[in-house]
């Protein structure tokens, strides 16, 4: 079931199409705006301790001491964190141990806390919010017992206020918010990730996005010790490699933070640029965009979407998304030469299309 928030209905979206992602788009010889993770070589310290857990790989892989640094960045004790083979392995855990009587996601958002739920037999209703996106507590029935929400949010790029995520939480619910993004904004003003009184919290977390790490598989979950202690007897032996941990624990410290600052920062601007060079073109970003990414609705963006890859570059589709359609496209943020060219080639697509 479908509740809008005074928008049009979700569109349907398949249970295939709820595992489609940016990385079937960005094929090898494309310029890839479809992925939201930050390219480029990281910093010699992370590369070092990478490198130097490859140089050891004849013991099993221990996770306390990047689990006391992550717990340490999160100001919680390590009972409170579970570390995953990405975000991803976390919704899959997640979905297996509780045992919701209404579970409730709210969307437009990453489809996989929904497939995850599905795999594991549950029934999901769809809290679907209009444009600009922005979440109404209000909607989420007052029933529902488990309630997943992205900040910001994958594939809007909303930063929902933390007090708007607050009010969801109560006694005899489980609120599951998909932080990945929230590292890509300076200062994480909206982040709930040290918050440990409000009563039924998860939080999903990533090195992913900005660390350009998607390939090393590398998250975590922070919630109560007993939820995080049973989500662990559901993971296989030793499910995150020590290449892996080795990065974690380096990306937990007051260095790697302080680093992610300076990212986002730049980051910022080079989001700006972009929504003023897309304006520029007649193509406006919708809600505000607080993330690597920026959404943006054209009449046939299908159309332009594969008119972008014939020009060389690789744009995510929104019809995947429940709550968008074909008239969407995710557009990832990059440095200002690469937006200059890509919209140079846009505004040639669009003065064909029109």
Not at 38 to 57: F, H, K, M, N, T
């Amino acid at each position: 079931m479908d509740i809008c928030g005074g928008g049009p209905p979700g569109s349907v979206v398949t249970t295939a199409g709820l595992h489609h992602h940016g990385d079937v788009e960005a094929t090898p010889g494309l310029v890839d705006l479809a992925v939201n993770v930050r390219s480029g070589p990281g910093p010699d310290w992370l590369r070092a301790a990478i490198s130097g857990a490859v140089a050891d790989l004849s013991r099993y892989p221990d996770p306390s001491a990047a689990r006391a640094s992550v717990a340490a960045r999160h100001r919680r004790p390590a009972d409170e964190v579970l570390l995953t083979a990405g975000a991803a392995e976390a919704f899959v855990l997640l979905a297996r141990v509780l045992r919701p009587r209404r579970a409730v996601v709210v969307h437009p958002q990453f489809t996989e806390p929904e497939a995850a739920l599905l795999a594991a037999g549950h029934t999901v209703d769809r809290v679907v919010l209009p444009e600009p996106f922005v979440l109404d507590a209000a909607l989420v029935p007052d029933d529902a017992d488990l309630v997943m929400v992205g900040n910001p949010t994958n594939p809007t790029s909303v930063l929902h206020p933390a007090e708007s995520l607050a009010a969801l939480c109560r006694p005899g619910r489980t609120v599951v918010v998909d932080e990945a993004f929230a590292d890509t904004v300076p200062g994480e003003p909206a982040s709930l990730s040290a918050r440990r009184d409000l009563p039924g919290l998860v939080v999903v977390r990533s090195f992913t996005k900005t660390w350009g790490l998607a390939g090393l598989r590398v998250g975590y979950l922070l919630g109560d010790a007993a939820l995080v202690a049973r989500c662990a007897a559901a993971q296989p032996l030793w499910p995150v490699s020590a290449p892996a941990l080795a990065a974690a624990e380096v990306l937990g410290t007051p260095r790697a933070v302080a680093a992610e600052y300076g990212i986002a920062v730049e980051l910022a601007g080079d989001r700006e640029y972009l929504v003023e060079r897309l304006a520029a073109v007649g193509v406006p970003v919708a809600g505000t965009p607080a993330s690597c990414f920026v959404l943006v609705r054209l009449p046939g963006a299908d159309r332009v979407r594969l008119a972008l890859r014939d020009a060389g570059y690789a744009v995510r589709r929104g019809d995947t998304f429940p709550g968008l359609g074909p008239d969407w496209l995710r557009i990832a943020v990059r440095d200002r030469a690469t937006t200059d060219r890509f919209v140079a080639a846009l505004s040639g697509v669009l003065a064909v299309a029109r």
